[in-house]
């Protein structure tokens, strides 16, 4: 026997230990179906949810907020336009990113809102 018979003795003796028909072929796609399943869920559809998140942490930027861009330079938003932002890095200095150069925004407007009621709190004491 030959490796050249192979596919045509294969296809002679599918008839007798084989389910056959429409069932058969179904079930032997089964497997692949549930991998891409499994990578929608585990995968794809996390990412998609992660993008949403970005986009509209980017789209909520606004003046004053404190940001850490993707090369770890931290610094305060001072003026937003529309692709690009100025972060306040130092006294002095001032440098212009792309919006999607930001990689996080730190709670600065909470933290500096609970300080300030935190001061006014204590003058009215």
Same mark, same amino acid.
């Given at each position: 026997?030959?490796?050249?018979?192979?596919?045509?003795?294969?296809?002679?003796?599918?008839?007798?230990?084989?389910?056959?028909?429409?069932?058969?072929?179904?079930?032997?796609?089964?497997p692949f179906i549930l991998?891409?399943?499994?990578?929608?869920?585990?995968?794809?559809?996390?990412?998609?949810?992660?993008?949403? =998140?970005?986009?509209?942490?980017?789209?909520?930027?606004?003046?004053?907020?404190?940001?850490?861009?993707?090369?770890? !330079?931290?610094?305060?938003?001072?003026? !937003?336009?529309?692709?690009?932002?100025?972060?306040? !890095?130092?006294d002095n200095t001032k440098?212009?990113?792309?919006?999607?150069?930001? *990689?996080?925004?730190?709670?600065?407007?909470?933290? =500096?809102?609970? *300080?300030? =009621?935190k001061s006014e709190e204590?003058?009215?004491?």
């Amino acid at each position: 026997m030959s490796l050249f018979n192979l596919p045509l003795l294969l296809a002679t003796t599918g008839g007798e230990g084989g389910t056959g028909g429409p069932a058969g072929s179904i079930l032997s796609f089964a497997p692949f179906i549930l991998i891409i399943a499994i990578f929608y869920f585990l995968i794809i559809r996390p990412q998609n949810r992660k993008q949403k =998140e970005t986009q509209k942490m980017l789209e909520a930027l606004k003046k004053g907020d404190k940001v850490v861009t993707i090369g770890g !330079v931290h610094g305060t938003i001072s003026s !937003v336009k529309e692709k690009t932002i100025v972060v306040k !890095v130092d006294d002095n200095t001032k440098i212009e990113f792309l919006r999607s150069a930001i *990689s996080t925004v730190t709670d600065s407007s909470k933290s =500096e809102d609970k *300080s300030e =009621e935190k001061s006014e709190e204590k003058k009215a004491e």
